[in-house]
């Protein structure tokens, strides 16, 4: 069974702290992207990535940094974590540049930062 | 740029009824996939169907259709028979053929509640 993995599904941090969300997948995808879900916004894109070590901004990636330092793990970073971060993060990885497939989620992450 | 519009935040239904929920979309891309997925109050995003831009029949995936109108720049979700278990949030989404490493836009999504 395909998998996307995140290393947490409630996580609680205090303002200013470093914050690691992790994501795993298992399908050799290419694409690998973070999202942030609040209600009545749908999913924004914060930053994805369409190989190792190749980044790019998505929408709203301000206070966020990413890592991909190997194919199967991208990494979200707050740098200093604040309390309009909280929010739900799902985590999501594809085919590179093929439109036919779908995306593949992770469960998600629900943080809170007090 | 890719736009999607959900234009219902919330849809109910009777058990055992139809139900469809809306969604347009905008594009520049001459060649595109779209998209439906479910997320239940567990979080995890469900894809349930997908349908090509140039498919000539509208997709089927056992209670699910799609109703894709081009012209219209619409992909509205059909579920026959609700179930109980479809109550959840439904997004709309779409992936282009020229959009960088293939990322989707997202609508902000249609929470169904199928009542017993």
């Known amino acids: 069974d395909v998998k996307v993995t995140q290393s947490s599904r409630y996580l609680v941090k205090r303002t200013g702290e470093k914050v690691f969300l992790e994501c795993v997948q298992d399908?050799?995808?290419?694409?690998m992207f973070w999202y942030r879900q609040d209600p009545g916004l749908g999913l924004r894109l914060i930053y994805f990535?369409?190989?190792?070590?190749?980044?790019e901004k998505g929408d709203i990636p301000e206070g966020y940094s990413v890592s991909r330092e190997k194919k199967e793990r991208f990494s979200l970073i707050l740098e200093s974590a604040s309390t309009n971060q909280t929010s739900m993060y799902l985590c999501?990885?594809?085919?590179?540049?093929?439109?036919?497939?779908?995306?593949?989620f992770g469960q998600g992450t629900r943080l809170t930062v007090v | 740029a890719q736009k999607i519009t959900q234009t219902q935040p919330g849809m109910f239904v009777q058990e055992k009824e139809a139900v469809t929920l809306d969604c347009t979309y905008d594009?520049?891309?001459?060649?595109?996939?779209l998209f439906w997925y479910k997320q239940p109050s567990s979080g995890e995003m469900i894809f349930l169907i997908y349908?090509?831009?140039?498919?000539?029949q509208n997709a089927t995936e056992g209670r699910y259709s799609l109703n894709f109108q081009k012209a219209r720049k619409s992909a509205n979700l059909v579920i026959s028979a609700s179930q109980l278990g479809d109550s959840a949030m439904y997004f709309c989404?779409?992936?282009?053929?020229?959009?960088?490493?293939?990322?989707?836009?997202f609508g902000d999504g249609t929470t169904l509640t199928v009542k017993p």
């Open positions: 999501a990885s594809s085919t590179h540049r093929d439109m036919n497939t779908e995306a593949f």
């Open positions: 399908m050799d995808h290419e694409n």
């Open positions: 990535s369409y190989d190792v070590k190749m980044k």
């Open positions: 594009t520049s891309d001459p060649s595109y996939g």
């Open positions: 349908q090509g831009s140039y498919d000539q």
């Open positions: 989404a779409m992936r282009g053929a020229n959009t960088n490493a293939g990322k989707s836009t």
